[in-house]
């Protein structure tokens, strides 16, 4: 039926679907079919809904039918769209980072039993980056201080830059976000300044809305900084770890419980509790109890756990109608209302836990850091007990399962090329790709977006970058799609990898005989959050080269962007230097001067830009060039 493409790649969901047809489910992949066609109005960002007089569209090249009622043009309209995107994103990873942030609070102050300091180690880096002193300190104490500077970057204007931003970049990105007035000084009051700056009536100049949301996106970074470095506090930093990705790793035998969200202070502690209960799950006659991840909780867990990701965004109802999911645990954030209304049709049973995430029908236990482990165990016991109502006759899971190495933090890489360097270690990536032995690096990130096919752009890009020897690192649904078709393996690289690729993972597998596994042909940096990851590499990459990070050989790219979150990183991306690649188009086409600003200009001033490229082929050959525009540059001014 050519009005019902299936708008999946992935092998898994490909599967499901298949199990499926003849019964009366509907999926995601119905409803992105039953809203064609989209608004155009919307779809170009020229529909203003931001006052009551309205809604107001574009509708003329000239006269009054284009301009809004208030009298806005097509620039400010797109452009205040655009913008308010980034202060939802923001909102959303710092409402993230706060949770990880309080609990660390409560840990501090003794509430938090449940919780500790995993990581001494990230914390003393953590404490001396930011200017804590550390000498004969309690790792208490200096947590203390680490705490209150955050809940400092989050709340009043102070007359310093946010703590969080600052003593992560090079001197050069820092004299740029003064100079161009955009560093932020606090967190939660850019975000407010922004909404206000875009209310009826006031800013209407879309340079200074675009830059209104650069500084924006850069309190989102902080917000990012905040979320992983405190994130690895409490649970660790990452080191390479085995697993395996895809709905087959969901057990008929085993009490299923899928963690779906992103915040790792829930989802560690349901991996802790269901490691304790065992044998409550033995009671009811299952063989254990298996957590499984979805979206980014679940790229939390597989980086510090090695616990298996079932699927992600796009997919995320196929893990219901497997049939064998008992509970649903979720968070915030990327989750589809949907679920309970597919949860309805089997025993599954979605369990909400934030005062800010609700779903009529579900059930809802409140979580609290202060009773980490006692919630935690009541969750548990949920999925146990819904598993006593599974209906055999409904069970059809995938056979499709992938093995996978993640877990790779920027320690773990600089531990890596320590060993081929242990003075200069991130010369060994630098050396590789001046000599022309790699291309570069490229950041892959972002979500599934139906506008296109789930996981073939991600897909595609992927196996062009890495035949053209480009070191990938990847987060999110990005690194959930390659994880889920294999390409997170060590296998992958003989198929896929170039030559020159090829001959550095191996002279680095030769240089760490320590590792269990070989190493994969795209490394797992971790959650959206933990994009803060990739800023770490690249600023250290600038600091080696002796240049700031637009001169240095990185890119981004989120080739199937969906969330607000996302365009909240593209543009911190942009504004730290990157070229950085979307392959789903955001609202900004209403306007050729927003189109612009954010594609042209934006280079002119930060070094970065957006290449706006729906065809995942071209979009990566755009990517390929910058990169070796970049390198040629450096070898000319070596
Ligand atoms: Ni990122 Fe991760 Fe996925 Fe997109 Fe959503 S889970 S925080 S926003 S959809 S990559
Ligand atoms: Fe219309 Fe102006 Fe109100 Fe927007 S702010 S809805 S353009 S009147």
Same mark, same amino acid.
């Given at each position: 039926d050519p009005k019902n493409p299936v708008r999946t790649s992935d092998p898994g969901a490909l599967q499901m679907l298949k199990m499926l047809e003849g019964k009366n489910i509907e999926t995601v992949f119905d409803r992105v079919v039953a809203q064609q066609p989209q608004c155009t109005f919307g779809y170009k960002g020229v529909c203003c809904r931001i006052c009551i007089a309205g809604p107001c569209r574009v509708k003329k090249e000239d006269g009054p039918g284009s301009r809004g009622i208030c009298g806005a043009s097509a620039y400010t309209i797109v452009s205040r769209n655009l913008v308010r995107l980034i202060a939802g994103g923001a909102a959303s990873h710092s409402e993230h980072a706060r949770h990880v942030l309080h609990t660390a609070h409560a840990l501090v102050e003794g509430h938090a039993p449940d919780y500790e300091i995993k990581s001494t180690a990230k914390l003393h880096k953590l404490a001396q980056r930011l200017g804590i002193s550390t000498l004969d300190r309690e790792d208490k104490e200096i947590l203390k201080d680490v705490v209150e500077l955050g809940y400092a970057d989050f709340g009043r204007y102070q007359d310093r830059p946010l703590a969080f931003l600052d003593s992560f970049m090079t001197q050069g990105r820092r004299n740029k976000f003064q100079h161009t007035n955009v %560093?932020?000084?606090?967190i939660d009051g850019t975000v407010t300044e922004l909404i206000a700056q875009t209310? %009826?009536?006031?800013?209407?100049d879309p340079v200074n809305i675009i830059f209104g949301g650069i500084k924006t996106a850069l309190a989102d970074l902080a917000g990012e900084y905040v979320g992983t470095t405190l994130s690895d506090v409490l649970f660790g930093i990452p080191e390479p770890i085995v697993s395996e990705a895809n709905l087959g790793v969901i057990d008929p035998k085993m009490v299923n419980i899928a963690v779906h969200g992103h915040n790792p202070v829930l989802s560690e502690m349901v991996v802790a509790a269901a490691r304790k209960m065992k044998a409550e799950a033995q009671k009811v006659g299952a063989e254990g109890i298996n957590v499984v991840g979805i979206c980014c909780t679940g790229n939390e867990l597989l980086m510090r756990e090695g616990v298996y990701l079932a699927t992600s965004s796009a997919s995320q109802e196929m893990a219901i109608m497997t049939g064998a999911l008992d509970a649903m645990v979720v968070d915030i954030q990327c989750i589809y209302p949907s679920v309970q209304t597919a949860a309805e049709c089997f025993h599954t049973k979605i369990i909400t836990t934030e005062g800010i995430m609700k779903t009529p029908g579900a059930q809802h236990l409140a979580f609290k850091p202060e009773t980490a482990m006692e919630d935690a165990q009541k969750l548990v016991t949920i999925a146990i007990e819904a598993y006593k109502q599974r209906d055999p006759n409904k069970i059809s899971i995938p056979n499709e399962r992938h093995k996978l190495v993640a877990g790779f933090s920027i320690e773990a890489l600089t531990d890596i090329f320590s060993k081929v360097c242990p003075e200069r270690p991130i010369s060994v990536l630098t050396d590789a790709i001046l000599s022309g032995q790699i291309k570069g690096v490229a950041l892959m990130a972002g979500c599934n977006n139906l506008k296109r096919s789930q996981d073939e752009s991600h897909i595609a890009i992927l196996k062009e970058l890495v035949k053209n020897d480009v070191f990938v690192i990847a987060t999110g649904c990005s690194a959930g799609a390659f994880a889920k078709f294999g390409l997170m393996s060590p296998l992958a690289v003989e198929a896929y990898a170039g030559e020159g690729l090829k001959s550095f993972l191996k002279m680095l597998e030769n240089a760490n005989p320590q590792l269990t596994t070989g190493l994969p042909l795209v490394f797992h940096v971790g959650s959206c959050v933990d994009n803060s990851r990739a800023s770490d590499l690249a600023v250290a990459m600038a600091d080696e080269l002796g240049v700031d990070i637009p001169k240095v050989p990185f890119v981004a790219s989120a080739p199937e962007a969906m969330h607000e979150k996302a365009v909240a990183i593209g543009t911190w991306c942009v504004t730290l230097g990157l070229p950085t690649h979307v392959g789903s188009l955001p609202p900004v086409e209403g306007s050729d001067l927003v189109y612009g600003i954010t594609t042209q200009i934006a280079h002119d001033v930060f070094g970065g830009n957006f290449i706006f490229e729906v065809d995942p082929l071209i979009g990566a050959q755009k990517l390929l060039n910058a990169l070796e525009y970049r390198t040629w540059k450096l070898n000319i001014h070596k």
């Amino acid at each position: 039926d050519p009005k019902n493409p299936v708008r999946t790649s992935d092998p898994g969901a490909l599967q499901m679907l298949k199990m499926l047809e003849g019964k009366n489910i509907e999926t995601v992949f119905d409803r992105v079919v039953a809203q064609q066609p989209q608004c155009t109005f919307g779809y170009k960002g020229v529909c203003c809904r931001i006052c009551i007089a309205g809604p107001c569209r574009v509708k003329k090249e000239d006269g009054p039918g284009s301009r809004g009622i208030c009298g806005a043009s097509a620039y400010t309209i797109v452009s205040r769209n655009l913008v308010r995107l980034i202060a939802g994103g923001a909102a959303s990873h710092s409402e993230h980072a706060r949770h990880v942030l309080h609990t660390a609070h409560a840990l501090v102050e003794g509430h938090a039993p449940d919780y500790e300091i995993k990581s001494t180690a990230k914390l003393h880096k953590l404490a001396q980056r930011l200017g804590i002193s550390t000498l004969d300190r309690e790792d208490k104490e200096i947590l203390k201080d680490v705490v209150e500077l955050g809940y400092a970057d989050f709340g009043r204007y102070q007359d310093r830059p946010l703590a969080f931003l600052d003593s992560f970049m090079t001197q050069g990105r820092r004299n740029k976000f003064q100079h161009t007035n955009v %560093m932020p000084k606090a967190i939660d009051g850019t975000v407010t300044e922004l909404i206000a700056q875009t209310a %009826m009536g006031v800013d209407n100049d879309p340079v200074n809305i675009i830059f209104g949301g650069i500084k924006t996106a850069l309190a989102d970074l902080a917000g990012e900084y905040v979320g992983t470095t405190l994130s690895d506090v409490l649970f660790g930093i990452p080191e390479p770890i085995v697993s395996e990705a895809n709905l087959g790793v969901i057990d008929p035998k085993m009490v299923n419980i899928a963690v779906h969200g992103h915040n790792p202070v829930l989802s560690e502690m349901v991996v802790a509790a269901a490691r304790k209960m065992k044998a409550e799950a033995q009671k009811v006659g299952a063989e254990g109890i298996n957590v499984v991840g979805i979206c980014c909780t679940g790229n939390e867990l597989l980086m510090r756990e090695g616990v298996y990701l079932a699927t992600s965004s796009a997919s995320q109802e196929m893990a219901i109608m497997t049939g064998a999911l008992d509970a649903m645990v979720v968070d915030i954030q990327c989750i589809y209302p949907s679920v309970q209304t597919a949860a309805e049709c089997f025993h599954t049973k979605i369990i909400t836990t934030e005062g800010i995430m609700k779903t009529p029908g579900a059930q809802h236990l409140a979580f609290k850091p202060e009773t980490a482990m006692e919630d935690a165990q009541k969750l548990v016991t949920i999925a146990i007990e819904a598993y006593k109502q599974r209906d055999p006759n409904k069970i059809s899971i995938p056979n499709e399962r992938h093995k996978l190495v993640a877990g790779f933090s920027i320690e773990a890489l600089t531990d890596i090329f320590s060993k081929v360097c242990p003075e200069r270690p991130i010369s060994v990536l630098t050396d590789a790709i001046l000599s022309g032995q790699i291309k570069g690096v490229a950041l892959m990130a972002g979500c599934n977006n139906l506008k296109r096919s789930q996981d073939e752009s991600h897909i595609a890009i992927l196996k062009e970058l890495v035949k053209n020897d480009v070191f990938v690192i990847a987060t999110g649904c990005s690194a959930g799609a390659f994880a889920k078709f294999g390409l997170m393996s060590p296998l992958a690289v003989e198929a896929y990898a170039g030559e020159g690729l090829k001959s550095f993972l191996k002279m680095l597998e030769n240089a760490n005989p320590q590792l269990t596994t070989g190493l994969p042909l795209v490394f797992h940096v971790g959650s959206c959050v933990d994009n803060s990851r990739a800023s770490d590499l690249a600023v250290a990459m600038a600091d080696e080269l002796g240049v700031d990070i637009p001169k240095v050989p990185f890119v981004a790219s989120a080739p199937e962007a969906m969330h607000e979150k996302a365009v909240a990183i593209g543009t911190w991306c942009v504004t730290l230097g990157l070229p950085t690649h979307v392959g789903s188009l955001p609202p900004v086409e209403g306007s050729d001067l927003v189109y612009g600003i954010t594609t042209q200009i934006a280079h002119d001033v930060f070094g970065g830009n957006f290449i706006f490229e729906v065809d995942p082929l071209i979009g990566a050959q755009k990517l390929l060039n910058a990169l070796e525009y970049r390198t040629w540059k450096l070898n000319i001014h070596k």
